[in-house]
């Protein structure tokens, strides 16, 4: 500062300690915002993250046909842990894993069992059919999310209802089936019965050719459970085929004579469907059946084992029969 006389002075002690006060001040307040800020770049950075391991995940799931379990989990995943060095924690659904995957692993299934229950959101949203999630812990580094099939502490299979942190203190991101099935390219339907007609048949002539032994086989296509197929038939009379034609096997007990009845109206129970991986039909029509015969065909799966949620496919066929 200047004085009267012109000359330069310094500052006061009393003004040097004010200044220091302010300068202290000013760093603690620094000090004091570096916590909250560094948490905040590791929230945004494990989201990120998150997110990257999610289409990891979905990148790995549409080559091999099959989700990574949880020992696989780590080398799918972008990175094992998330920014704060913790174990990223994986949860899936044990249907859409397979150690001998095969295309309708994934893309044959109809429903998982594994629901969320989000209360990041107003009111609380249930999402189901749930193909897996991937959490963090988050700066906190308590898990405040739940699972009704036990505690989550490390990555596995799950099944029934995760209920998600209402504080959002947990980092969480979530992949649907229909969004899984989007993503690794499933099209269509999850099960279909492939034959579009039925060849005609002949009276006194062997089905569906004149080779002796031949069958005509009903094929389908996808399916969540290999192998476990099951059948149904509705068709205006309780002898859907022409007299010497056959079913292989019989759907006697499974044969429904009103329309909507193998699965719409009054649904036949899933334990009288006829258990077969195969259906076909085969035989010789006796003489004076010629005409035409109208069914409609059913298959079942066994998505659900309580058999409410199984992909069913139905297809209409003719079967004309010459003289």
Avoid: H
């Avoid at 069992?113 to 609380?124: F, K």
Wanted: aromatic share 6%.
């Amino acid at each position: 500062m200047e004085n009267r006389a012109g000359n330069i002075r310094g500052f006061t002690l009393v003004e040097m300690a004010l200044v220091l006060v302010v300068i202290g001040i000013v760093i603690g307040i620094g000090a004091g915002m570096i916590g909250p800020l560094t948490n905040l770049s590791k929230t945004r950075e494990t989201k990120e993250l998150l997110g990257a391991t999610v289409e990891s995940v979905n990148s790995w799931a549409a080559s091999n046909n099959s989700l990574p379990n949880a020992a696989g989990f780590t080398s799918v995943a972008k990175s094992p842990n998330d920014t704060w060095a913790r174990n990223v924690i994986y949860l899936f659904d044990n249907t859409l894993y397979a150690a001998a995957p095969t295309k309708d692993t994934i893309c044959g299934r109809k429903t998982t069992a594994l629901t969320i229950i989000n209360n990041g959101v107003s009111p609380a949203a249930a999402i189901t059919n749930v193909a897996y999630l991937v959490l963090s812990l988050g700066e906190d580094a308590q898990i405040n999310t739940t699972a009704t099939d036990g505690p989550i502490t490390i990555s596995r299979t799950a099944s029934g209802t995760i209920t998600l942190d209402p504080n959002v203190s947990d980092i969480v991101r979530w992949v649907t089936l229909d969004e899984l099935r989007s993503k690794i390219g499933c099209q269509g339907a999850q099960l279909k019965i492939v034959n579009n007609e039925l060849p005609p048949a002949t009276v006194a002539a062997q089905y569906p050719n004149a080779t002796a032994g031949s069958v005509l086989s009903i094929t389908t296509d996808g399916g969540a459970t290999p192998g476990t197929l099951r059948w149904c038939i509705e068709a205006p009379s309780a002898t859907p085929l022409p007299a010497g034609l056959v079913f292989t096997p019989a759907l006697t007990g499974a044969i429904r004579v009103a329309p909507n009845t193998c699965n719409a109206a009054n649904p036949l129970p899933e334990a009288n469907w006829i258990l077969s991986p195969t259906l076909s039909i085969s035989g010789t029509p006796i003489i004076n059946n010629q005409g035409a015969y109208n069914f409609t065909l059913y298959a079942r799966d066994n998505n659900d084992a309580s058999g409410t949620n199984d992909n069913i496919a139905s297809k209409a066929f003719v079967l004309t029969v010459n003289p």
